[in-house]
Every structure is written in C-alpha cells, then in structure tokens.
C-alpha cells in the first residue's frame, strides 16, 4: 500500500510566496541596472558624437577660405553620400530604406543634410564670429528634448526641464547682450539651424532603436545624393574656389566626420541613452567649440562667453541627474 505523499500544509505556503517575491524583486533590480548602464553607454556615445561635431565650426570657417558658403553647405553632404554609398555596398546591405520609412528620412534629410549645414554655413558667412555660434547653438538640445516630446513619446521629469530652461535662459541673454539687444540676422539664421537640427537628430534616433545608427545617416545621405550630386557639380563649376591646405582639410572635416562618422556613435547614444536625455551632452559642444576657436583660428571672446558657456555646461549635470 503506497502512502500518498503529504500535501503542503498552510505553514508552508507563505515561503513559496516570499521566495517568489525574491525572485521578482532580484528580476526587477536586475533590469533597472541594466537600463541604467544601457543609459550610461548611450550618454557615452552621444558625447562621442557632440565630440566630433564640435570641430564643425571651425571647419567650415576653414572650408570657406577657398570655397563659396554654399558650395561647403551642399558638397559636404554630396561628399558624405559617396562614403556612405562605399560603406552600404561594402556592408552588403540594402542602399535604400524601406519604402515606408521614407518620410521619416525625408524629414532628417531636410534637418541635418540641407537645414543645419545651410543655415549655420550661412551664418558664419555673414560674420557671425564662431565662439559666438556655438554658444547660440547651445539651445539646441532642449529644441531636441521638445521634439523628443512631441515625436518619440518621451516624458522628462521637471527637473529636466527646469535645468533645460536655465541653459536656454543663459544663452538668450548672451545672444542679447552681444548683440546690444536685439538678435542679428546671422543669430536667426543659428536659430533656423538648431531647430532643423533639433527635427532631424529627434527622427534619426527614433529610426535608430530599429536599424543601426549607421546605415540611418547613410540612408539619408544616399536619398539626398539626387539633389546634393548635381547641385555640388554646377556651384563647382560656377563659384570660385581657391585650393588650399586648410580649405581642403575644412571641406573633408565637414563632409567625413560632421556629416557622416559623428552620426554614428550620436544616433547610437540618443536610442540607448534616450533622446532628451542624451541629447543634453550636446550642452558640452559650446565649450568645446570655444576651445577649438582659440586653438586653431586663434580667436579671442570675453568673459560674457566663456560665463554662458559654463553655464550651460553646469546645466549638463544637472539634466543628467534627472532621469527620464
């Protein structure tokens, strides 16, 4: 006669219940780590990115010392879209997107192929010194935080927007002060950039958390080609150009690491790290910018400058603190 084996008794049961609750609470302690460093890395990346974008500035004021603003502006995307088109056909993969992801890269393409590199290009043409530029463009990442509200569903916490708000503050009234208090034109063509800057780096990213960041930036290259390719050949035919050493070096500086490489590592970083809080790394390009004015144009600011873009770059710690 076989004994049938004893059930267990109400005794035991709350142990089974809290072992599960153990279990539960290691789970969900596990994945908040993992958010957090994929949050850290994607910080990292995106301040990889703001790294190589801070030289642009300065590249493009080398570029059109022997070649005409909207040449600089057109051909750095037409020479990019050929690197981009070698990359693809190395990779193997697809030169084209989906068909369905179109206007989402029709929108990047307006934003950072023709908007920023116009815009800003046209500025710096029309006298806007480059330290000056670039502490004007430090409104950019909470531009990109707005969009990222209003395009990838994003929802920083009010800490995030009161530090935003502080570094937006700061640059508008160094924007004012310098220009004795009214904005300039070449301050509205700045503002023109980081808004088109703003859409396209929002849209990359979202794109970014399906398809590597990479072939995003050398999708839109490749759909501009048909515009930026023949444009770039009639303003070469039709505009002056003085060939030098730190002209060329300029235009391949803008067209390599601004326009393809840097996009890279920032689409990355915005997927993983968020794109509001991510994107606030990009507080940091003021500065870097000032320092890369200075090193390689030899160009000279005052403490109005050097105070807004440290009060930025304060606010870096802060948003960073304030977790999305």
């Known amino acids: 006669m076989t004994r049938s084996r004893p059930q ?20 969900g302690l596990d994945q908040d780590h993992d958010r957090g460093r994929d949050r850290r890395r994607g910080t990292a990346l995106a301040f990889l990115g703001v790294l190589a974008f801070s030289g642009s500035f300065p590249a493009t004021v ?11 502006a057109v051909g750095r995307a037409a020479l990019a879209g050929v690197l981009a088109l070698v990359c693809l056909r ?28 116009v815009f800003s290009g ?9 330290a000056h530029s670039a502490v004007v463009i430090g409104l950019l990442p909470a531009a ?22 502080a570094g937006a503050v700061a640059i508008t009234a160094f924007t004012l002060i310098q220009g004795q208090g009214s904005a300039s034109w070449p301050d509205l063509l700045l503002v023109a950039a980081l808004l088109s800057a703003a859409a ?44 030098t050493p730190e002209a060329v070096a300029g235009l391949a500086y803008v067209a390599a690491i601004s326009m393809f ?42 403490a109005a400058t050097v105070l807004a873009a440290v009060a930025v770059l304060v606010c870096v710690a802060v948003t960073q603190r304030a977790r999305t």
């Open 8 to 27: 267990p008794g109400p005794a035991s049961q709350p142990q089974h219940h809290s072992r599960d609750l153990d279990r539960d609470l290691d789970r």
């Open 62 to 72: 080398y570029a059109m010392r022997g070649f005409d603003p909207w040449l600089v």
């Open 90 to 117: 190395a990779s193997g993969r697809p030169l084209l997107p989906r068909r369905a992801d179109w206007p989402s890269y029709a929108l990047i393409s307006c934003g950072v192929v023709f908007g920023f590199p």
């Open 122 to 130: 046209l500025a710096l043409a029309l006298g806007a010194g480059t």
């Open 144 to 165: 990109t935080a707005a969009c990222a509200v209003l395009r990838a569903s994003e929802r920083p916490r009010p800490l995030f927007w009161a530090a935003c708000a």
């Open 200 to 243: 396209g780096y929002t849209e990359g990213a979202r794109l970014t958390r399906q398809t590597p960041g990479w072939q995003v930036i050398s999708h839109v290259l490749v759909l501009s080609l048909p515009v930026t390719a023949p444009v770039t050949a009639v303003l070469a035919l039709t505009t002056p150009i003085a060939i």
């Open 261 to 302: 490489l840097g996009f890279i590592p920032w689409y990355a970083g915005l997927a993983r790290g968020g794109i509001a809080r991510a994107g606030q790394t990009q507080l940091t390009q003021p500065l870097l910018t000032l320092l890369w004015a200075w090193f390689l144009l030899g160009e000279r600011f005052g």
